[in-house]
């Protein structure tokens, strides 16, 4: 399943009051696996930048001047997303943002039936705790080490690793249980297996049974193969 991890960076905390995107990050992932695909764009607000906005994310007006505008770049960053889900950690930010520049210019905007909230997946799975991103990959043992300032592209990166780790990790797990049949574990589901209404018909051979005897009995007495015979 095709999946966009998505964040923002803007110029304050309300779009509503006149605040602005600056950056978008987008990281394609492919059952929640990156694929190195990513649409990343920073964006001119047309109005200036605030300390403690800089101070967070390290975007200048000087710096976003020549950059263009959402409008400029609309089309490119609808057609990455497509319709496919977005993973956002506190979405309704981003997306209250986002919305407010698609309203701006016309566009239709994002709807939360679409979006996977990696806070609200959070809270859930670790009640009481503290469930900022930072917070999330501490207690996942993810690198934050590049994340001096917050980025819409790293923060996406990020996202991707925990967003995996709140579904269970990427890998899967395979076991026995006492009578050797085998479990899957996938995202802490267990898939137990089906019994075949009629057998597998036997693949063993008597003549390939005692060819494969005659060439370990050639191994010598201390062969370790010579326990198995029994069994195979």
Request: with cysteine; net charge negative.
């Amino acid at each position: 399943m095709r999946e966009i991890v998505l964040d923002t960076e803007t110029t304050g905390l309300n779009p509503l009051t006149g605040d602005r995107l600056v950056e978008i990050g987008c990281v394609e992932i492919y059952n929640r696996i990156p694929t190195g695909q990513v649409y990343h764009v920073y964006l001119n607000p047309q109005r200036d930048m605030p300390v403690e906005a800089f101070n967070v994310h390290g975007l200048s007006s000087e710096f976003l001047a020549d950059k263009p505008l959402f409008a400029q770049v609309v089309d490119d960053f609808l057609a990455f997303i497509a319709g496919d889900p977005l993973v956002i950690h506190n979405a309704a930010f981003d997306i209250g943002f986002l919305n407010a520049e698609l309203a701006k210019i016309g566009r239709p905007v994002l709807t939360f039936d679409r979006v996977i909230d990696t806070l609200s997946l959070a809270r859930r799975r670790h009640p009481g705790a503290s469930n900022r991103l930072d917070d999330l990959m501490n207690r996942y043992g993810i690198n934050s080490s590049r994340r001096t300032k917050h980025g819409a592209l790293l923060d996406s990166e990020l996202l991707a690793e925990v967003y995996a780790e709140l579904c269970g990790g990427k890998q899967t797990a395979l076991s026995l249980t006492a009578s050797e049949a085998t479990v899957v574990v996938i995202e802490g589901q267990v898939a137990s297996p089906m019994q075949r209404p009629r057998p597998l018909a036997p693949r063993r051979h008597e003549a390939e049974a005692a060819a494969h005897a005659a060439f370990i009995a050639t191994l010598g007495e201390n062969a370790i193969w010579k326990d198995y015979t029994a069994g195979s």
